[in-house]
């Protein structure tokens, strides 16, 4: 009788003891995401049930998993940890009762999973997140299955590299005061599809320079700073799709808005809003960290650099104006008119480390009209007749782009206007 007693009492204590620690266990969400298997991949995490005395260790990525007792869940396996997340790319914010964490996913990383792949192990690999337990309980270790996949429509919307240039290359443009400066223009590589948002926004002299938190995208941070970054004078919003392709140029604002009446040093920013992308949503209640979705969509896991120009004088080394390395356009002349029915010659200067040149004639929104590459040593290109159809009416203009041999850009031109 007394033996029956204290079983029911040991299996009574052992419930609550269980129950306590279901309550108490740290969930996350997503639990599972589609990666790119050829490169790197950005996913918003959040982590819920964390409770005080819970501090968030190291995050590894692993191929398989094995039970953390004593402590709680299931941690990687020691022989196929694939890295470990770099302490620069740790963007993860402890808030009230929840965690978010940016899953930076490295290409080198996902290459070792592609290769066990291939091996024949599972296709699907993981990425651990260890807790401290403070109070000197157990630790826990929560894990996200990542699932190789292509970089398309199934990935979440990522940016993985954004470079901002001027058309003119040059390390520190220097512009005079009250003259336009050269275009601007983002070239993106992402994952995933759907809608880019943002603004174009400039640094003046005189404004509190932004640190790297401001640079960061608004999808990287949790939902309550959302809206707390800095902001500056705005120069043009946009609303891009971007298609499952991995690459987009994006236009920057009209260069006639970019200021130069006052000397000093400027900085152009590249400033990203969350969009809904359902591939990388984070249920808030899953999670145990509230209520409702958060849109990640476009995250990134590092800061977009500024564009940085100076107003007054100076040199720029590589600009197309002053270096001997740069690319002059001869003909058409500005705003000549491109007759109908008829071919057009174009002609540029020689710069002395180009292996081939590439003709680019499109409209002034950006639509391509005609790509031609030619050999060094050609520094002509006579366009076919059906250029100003093929156009369509729009305005058009044309630069030259000239490459080296491994088809990397040594220098481009500006661009210079065709009427039709």
């Known amino acids: 009788m007394r033996r029956s007693a204290w079983f029911a009492l040991f299996s009574i204590a052992a419930v609550a003891s269980t129950a306590h620690g279901a309550r108490a266990q740290i969930r996350v969400n997503p639990t599972g995401v589609n990666v790119n298997a050829q490169g790197a991949t950005s996913v918003f995490l959040t982590f819920g049930g964390l409770g005080p005395s819970y501090v968030a260790a190291e995050s590894m990525w692993c191929g398989a998993l094995l039970p953390a007792a004593p402590d709680v869940g299931t941690k990687c396996a020691p022989s196929t940890i694939f890295g470990r ?71 979440p919307l990522s940016l993985t590299d954004v470079r901002l240039a001027f058309e003119v290359e040059a390390p520190v443009l220097f512009i005079a005061a009250g003259s336009v400066p050269p275009s601007v223009s983002a070239e993106i590589a ?49 609303n891009v799709f971007l298609p499952p392709t991995g690459k987009y140029t994006l236009r920057g604002p009209d260069a006639s808005r970019l200021p130069t009446r006052l000397e000093g040093s400027y900085q152009v920013l590249l400033r990203i809003e969350a969009s809904d992308d359902k591939e990388g949503d984070s249920n808030l209640a899953s999670a145990g960290a509230g209520t409702g979705v958060v849109h990640s969509g476009a995250v990134a896991g590092f800061p977009i650099p500024a564009l940085r120009y100076v107003v007054g004088t100076g040199g720029s080394e590589l600009s197309a104006s002053r270096s001997p390395n740069g690319i002059r356009l001869l003909v058409p002349q500005e705003n000549v008119l491109v007759p109908r029915n008829q071919g057009v010659d174009f002609a540029w200067s020689e710069v002395a480390r180009a292996a081939l040149y590439e003709l680019q004639i499109e409209t002034r929104d950006g639509l391509a009209v005609l790509n031609a590459v030619v050999a060094r040593g050609s520094l002509r290109y006579s366009a076919p007749p059906w250029l100003a159809d093929r156009a369509g009416g729009k305005p058009l203009r044309w630069r030259v782009v000239a490459l080296d041999a491994g088809g990397g850009v040594v220098v481009r031109s500006v661009w210079r206007s065709l009427g039709n």
């Open 85 to 155: 997340l770099p302490a620069r790319y740790d963007l993860s914010r402890a808030g009230a009762g929840s965690f978010t964490d940016i899953m930076s996913i490295p290409p080198s990383v996902s290459r070792r999973a592609y290769q066990a792949a291939v091996a024949g192990d599972n296709s699907a690999f993981f990425y651990v997140r260890r807790f401290v337990n403070t109070a000197g309980g157990r630790d826990q270790y929560v894990a996200v299955t990542c699932r190789l996949a292509g970089g398309g429509a199934r990935v």
């Open 190 to 238: 992402y994952t995933g599809t759907g809608r880019l948002m943002g603004r174009w926004e400039i640094v003046q002299p005189g404004d509190e320079l932004p640190d790297q938190r401001d640079l960061l995208t608004e999808a990287a941070l949790p939902p309550d700073e959302r809206g707390s970054q800095r902001r500056y004078a705005q120069l043009e919003r946009f």
